[in-house]
């Protein structure tokens, strides 16, 4: 099994429709991420957490919220889709600050 | 401000030669972080290196190196002798304290590199 799974892999939903995309890991690891990747534009943090009660925004928040049901689980919503939250999302866990990112196979979403 | 910036977003060269991967950051921080992660056409992110700010020391790994210089805020990548298994996508990151809270990792937009065969 994968140490970091998201799911759905991919998605395609209407615009206005409420979706979540789930992440669980098995790292053991407290920081979780959630990335959005555009062409040309690489990955953008859009939120991350340092554990259950510790979350944080990142570069580009607006129109997404997250929930940390428990250390293993990090999952991202977006309340009403757009268009433009067409993208490829990431998840990522992390030990500490300087050790690397473990990710998970990302979910492609697409809003039409 | 935390800022990473990757201005080569596609280089392409022939089998066998050396590329090298710009990446420039930007941190008030004197603690920090630096990685390069390889994502490859099949869409996953690999780690390959990591450097801390106080680290300068150059690595070499097989045909992979890194040249780190904080005076000039660059943390470059080299590939000696590309092969086409090489093609992917190159992100630079850095992970630095924001004014507030804790450690954060940004990315830069990446270099699409494509090796011909």
């Known amino acids: 099994d994968a140490d970091v799974t998201q799911t759905p892999r991919n998605r395609i939903t209407k615009t206005g429709k409420r979706i979540m995309l789930e992440c669980s890991q098995t790292?053991?690891?407290?920081?979780m991420y959630w990335y959005r990747q555009d062409p040309g534009l690489g990955l953008r943090l859009i939120y991350y957490?340092?554990?259950?009660?510790?979350?944080n925004k990142g570069e580009i928040s607006d129109g997404y919220s997250v929930s940390r049901q428990a250390q293993a689980k990090f999952s991202l919503s977006l309340e009403s889709a757009i268009p433009n939250q067409t993208a490829l999302y990431f998840c990522?866990?992390?030990?500490?600050?300087?050790?690397?990112?473990?990710f998970g196979q990302g979910t492609r979403l697409t809003v039409v | 401000a935390q800022k990473v910036t990757q201005a080569q977003t596609e280089i392409s060269v022939v089998e066998k030669e050396d590329v090298t991967l710009d990446c420039v950051y930007e941190?008030?921080?004197?603690?920090?972080?630096l990685f390069w992660y390889k994502q490859p056409p099949s869409g996953e992110l690999v780690f390959l290196i990591r450097?801390?700010?106080?680290?300068?020391q150059n690595e070499i790994s097989g045909r992979y190196s890194w040249n780190f210089q904080k005076s000039t805020s660059s943390f470059n990548f080299t590939i000696t002798a590309s092969q086409v298994v090489d093609s992917a996508v190159y992100f630079c990151?850095?992970?630095?304290?924001?004014?507030?809270?804790?450690?954060?990792?940004?990315f830069g937009a990446g270099t699409r590199l494509f090796v011909k065969a």
């Open positions: 957490s340092f554990d259950v009660k510790d979350i």
């Open positions: 790292k053991g690891h407290d920081r």
């Open positions: 990151a850095l992970s630095a304290r924001p004014y507030t809270g804790g450690f954060k990792t940004i």
């Open positions: 990522a866990t992390s030990d500490y600050e300087n050790t690397e990112a473990f």
């Open positions: 941190t008030r921080d004197t603690t920090y972080y």
């Open positions: 450097r801390n700010s106080f680290d300068e």
